[in-house]
Nanobody
Framework: QVQLAESGGGLVQAGGSLRLSCVAS????????MGWFRQAPGKEREFIAA????????TYADSVKGRFTISRDTAKNTVFLQMNSLKFEDTGVYYC???????????????WGQGTQVTVSS
C-alpha cells in the first residue's frame, strides 16, 4: 500500500506562484511515476503533469505547459509541482497520484492523495 501526502496549497493572486509537494510512503516503487491532477468546482478531475521516478521523463497537459514544472527527489520519494503565472482557471483541488506514467496520462491512477486546495484570485 502507498500513502501520498500533499502540501503547499493556498491562496494566491493571478500571476503569482505556488509550489506543491507530495511525499510517498508505504513501499518503494521506482518503476512508477508520480503526478498531479486537478479538480475545479463543478468539473471532472483532470490530468496536469507526471514524472517517471527512475528516468525523470515528464509529461504535461497542454493547459499548463510552459507555466508548471514537475520535478522529483527520488531519495525522499517526493514530487514537486512548481506553478508559475497562475490563472484564475487554475483554481481547484490538486491531487497527487502514483501509477505507471501511461496510466496517469490516461487520467487514472493506482493511488491518490487527499488533495490540497489552490485558489487563484483574479
Amino acid at each position: 500500500q502507498v500513502q501520498l501526502a500533499e502540501s503547499g496549497g493556498g491562496l494566491v493572486q493571478a500571476g503569482g506562484s505556488l509550489r506543491l509537494s507530495c511525499v510517498a510512503s508505504g513501499r518503494t516503487f521506482s518503476d512508477y511515476a508520480m503526478g498531479w491532477f486537478r479538480q475545479a468546482p463543478g468539473k471532472e478531475r483532470e490530468f496536469i503533469a507526471a514524472v517517471a521516478l527512475s528516468a525523470g521523463l515528464s509529461t504535461y497537459a497542454d493547459s499548463v505547459k510552459g507555466r508548471f514544472t514537475i520535478s522529483r527527489d527520488t531519495a525522499k520519494n517526493t514530487v514537486f509541482l512548481q506553478m508559475n503565472s497562475l490563472k484564475f482557471e487554475d483554481t481547484g483541488v490538486y491531487y497527487c497520484a502514483a501509477a505507471h506514467i501511461l496510466k496517469l496520462r490516461r487520467g487514472a491512477s493506482d493511488y491518490w492523495g487527499q488533495g490540497t486546495q489552490v485558489t487563484v484570485s483574479s
